[in-house]
């Protein structure tokens, strides 16, 4: 009887592991969706201004307020990415709203939107790119040596007033 009770134990443990990751897999991964109000050049041989002002809108939550040249990020779980956008395209114009629904790639885990190329319908290898963080190196800053070259002193730090080394 323990012996059976143990194995329905294990069995029943394996299925609520496999059922938490099939839940997991529904929900989806977490997404660092980088909305861009950038103008699109050259595209078809044709531009694609950005807005004056573009609001964008999540969960509610105003995410970012974008002038023209400017990105703004959203952290988002799931595949099926909506924001809401308050459009001002020229200054002085009346801001228009619109809602953007977008289905979001696996395989991506920063997601940059371009508004200008997304809006104007172009097709998602125009809009959508990953985000690649650009990698700064510092400089590799070198201390001088005892008794090097560039050193004054005699490396016993019998140096006097000047620098010189000496006794």
């Known amino acids: 009887m323990n012996l059976k009770r143990r194995i ?26 980088y909305i861009d109000n950038k103008t699109l050049e050259g595209y078809e041989g044709q531009d694609y201004k950005a807005f004056e002002r573009v609001v964008v809108t999540v969960k509610d ?5 974008l002038g023209k040249r400017e990105r703004g990020m959203s952290i988002w779980i799931g595949q099926n990415f909506k ?8 200054k002085g114009d009346e801001p228009v709203v619109k809602e953007i629904n977008l289905k979001l790639p ?3 885990d920063g997601i940059v939107v371009n508004l200008p190329a997304l809006l104007a319908g172009l097709p998602e290898e125009a809009w959508l790119s990953e985000f ?10 070198e201390e ?3 008794g090097d ?19």
């Not at 329905?8 to 969706?33: D, E, Q, Y």
């Not at 939550?61 to 307020?65: L, N, R, T």
């Open 61 to 65: 939550e105003d995410v970012a307020k």
């Open 149 to 167: 070259e560039f050193s004054m002193g005699d490396g016993l730090g019998l140096e006097d007033d000047l620098g010189v080394g000496g006794i």
């Open 83 to 90: 924001m809401t956008l308050e459009i001002t395209e020229n």
């Open 144 to 146: 001088p040596g005892i």
């Open 132 to 141: 690649i963080p650009a990698v700064t190196e510092e400089p590799i800053e």
């Open 8 to 33: 329905l134990f294990i069995l029943l443990t394996v299925l609520i592991l496999i059922s938490i990751a099939g839940w997991m897999m529904v929900i989806g991964r977490g997404h660092t969706v």
């Open 106 to 108: 696996y395989d991506m």
